[in-house]
């Protein structure tokens, strides 16, 4: 029972984790968009914006939010890597 539990905070964490991996790409591509530099490669960086966030230009705004949403992506992440790991202890210890 309680295996199931932490499955499911698992799950919810990781659908967490995708969604504020989501809004920081949203958030990256439209600084991207509203800087006046020339960015050739930088919409490549889009996916792998937790990587590339610090070459950026300084949008006080923008860099808010986005800082946030790292720091969300990277709370969900370690939560649901915590409660799978729990939940497949707890699933062998029960047989």
Do not use: C, D, H
Not at 64 to 85: D, I, P
């Amino acid at each position: 029972m309680l295996a199931s539990i932490m499955a499911v905070i698992a799950y919810a964490a990781a659908a967490g984790a995708a969604a504020s991996w989501l809004v920081g790409a949203v958030l990256y591509a439209r600084t991207l968009s509203r800087s006046n530099e020339r960015w050739g490669s930088g919409w490549l960086l889009v996916p792998v914006w937790p990587l590339a966030a610090s070459r950026l230009p300084e949008s006080k705004s923008q860099s808010e939010f986005l800082n946030k949403a790292l720091v969300a992506l990277l709370a969900f992440v370690l939560v649901a890597a915590t409660a799978y790991a729990v939940s497949a202890n707890l699933q062998r210890l029960s047989r």
